[in-house]
């Protein structure tokens, strides 16, 4: 299983608490092998710290694609990588958090039903997004475990994410992905705050 819990340091900071807690759930339930994959410009020297002795985890650094191809199922922070993680069909939980204060700043202006740009582009939820409170140890450790456990519930997403891929066309796909957000803009259906949120 894989996890992309970000690249900035403020998601880290949010993140990798709820993730390692999360993992940690999965773990007593399933045998799984963990690979966190951080982005080529993380600083990955404290993400060891915490994680429960005897978990089964590693650590890849610039290897998003090839951490993707081998997963079963990831746990994916909110942005581009939701994309990638379509493109390489994989079942995927959605997760974001931001600090209390940013998120009361925000909630006026966002207006979106839906957050991850897999969701966006396909106009319906295709994968489950946990965002900000929903974001727990509790729900990301269910979610995930579904998919685990439940081949319908994964062809299901992967019908959804086979739609995504048809919207998104030929190569080139995580700009055009870009790009259908700025469609978005244009015409009045999100604003650059709720975009910012997504991405």
Request: proline share 6%; net charge negative.
């Amino acid at each position: 299983m894989t996890v992309l819990p970000g690249s900035r340091a403020a998601e880290l900071r949010q993140h990798m608490p709820i993730l390692r807690d999360a993992c940690a759930r999965i773990s007593q339930q399933q045998a799984v092998q963990f690979v966190l994959a951080a982005a080529p410009e993380s600083d990955v020297g404290g993400w060891r710290e915490g994680w429960p002795s005897g978990m089964s985890m590693c650590i890849v650094h610039g290897q998003t694609y090839e951490a993707l191809a081998a997963a079963d199922v990831a746990i994916v922070s909110s942005g581009t990588a939701t994309v990638e993680a379509a493109l390489l069909d994989v079942p995927m939980v959605v997760v974001y958090r931001v600090t209390p204060l940013t998120a009361t700043l925000a909630k006026p202006l966002v207006r979106t039903k839906f957050f991850s740009m897999v969701n966006l582009i396909a106009g319906q939820q295709v994968v489950p997004e946990l965002i900000q409170d929903d974001f727990t140890a509790e729900l990301v450790a269910a979610e995930v475990l579904d998919l685990l456990h439940n081949p319908t519930a994964r062809e299901h997403m992967r019908a959804g994410l086979a739609k995504v891929r048809e919207r998104l066309g030929p190569p080139g796909a995580v700009e055009r992905a870009a790009d259908a957000i700025l469609d978005l803009l244009r015409t009045g259906r999100a604003t650059q705050n709720e975009v910012s949120a997504i991405l």
